[in-house]
């Protein structure tokens, strides 16, 4: 892909953020395979060496602010016609509880899973304090002269150690997911209000 065509596609592929903003990402991105091409490289590698246009517009949308994007596309919208403003009016009270359960649904299905998530490492908590607790009972019942309650709870001990250790790899894991999962919708949200002729 040439300088030109990239620069075109990604000025598509940005449309709905402010101009000033694509007018920086374009700058930014054009220094970035001008300075590659001094290098030595050809126009096409300079290209291929920046990205492809969808590794570019999905970082250039993570970087921008979903406010600032909904802020543009509302400025950018026609004025509503005189009917779609009484359509509106008269339909109130049958779309806007819809949209309001809608997003309360939402906010508390994803709060639900950061609870899930919270619970994980509660679990951790109590299975690393079982297990020393264990240890402590272990060497208690041993001085005391009772071996095999020590040995119960050494054994003890160990499988809340074993269980803390696995659910902590756990815990990270889905953590790690629900943060990607979060960013990747996030960004679906801003690609459907920005893009010319495409928006995958």
């Not at 990205?51 to 596309?73: C, H």
């Amino acid at each position: 892909m040439t300088k030109e065509a990239f620069i075109l596609e990604l000025r598509d592929r940005l449309a709905g953020i402010s101009k000033e903003a694509i007018d920086s990402r374009i700058e930014f991105y054009s220094e970035m395979i001008d300075d590659a091409m001094e290098e030595g490289l050809s126009e096409e590698e300079a290209v291929s060496k920046v990205g492809s246009i969808d590794e570019v517009v999905e970082k250039i949308l993570e970087e921008t602010p979903l406010r600032n994007i909904v802020k543009e596309k509302t400025k950018n919208t026609r004025k509503p016609r005189g009917w779609e403003i009484v359509l509106l009016i008269v339909g109130f009270p049958l779309w806007f509880p819809l949209l309001l359960v809608a997003g309360i649904l939402a906010l508390v299905a994803y709060l639900l899973i950061w609870v899930f998530v919270l619970v994980l490492y509660i679990v951790v908590i109590a299975c690393a304090a079982g297990s020393i607790a264990g240890i402590m009972l272990a060497v208690i019942n041993v001085a005391g002269g009772n071996p095999v309650a020590g040995g119960i709870y050494i054994g003890c001990a160990i499988a809340g150690a074993g269980l803390a250790i696995l659910m902590y790899y756990a815990s990270i894991y889905i953590t790690k997911l629900v943060i990607k999962v979060t960013k990747k919708s996030l960004l679906g949200v801003k690609r459907s209000f920005v893009g010319g002729k495409k928006n995958e």
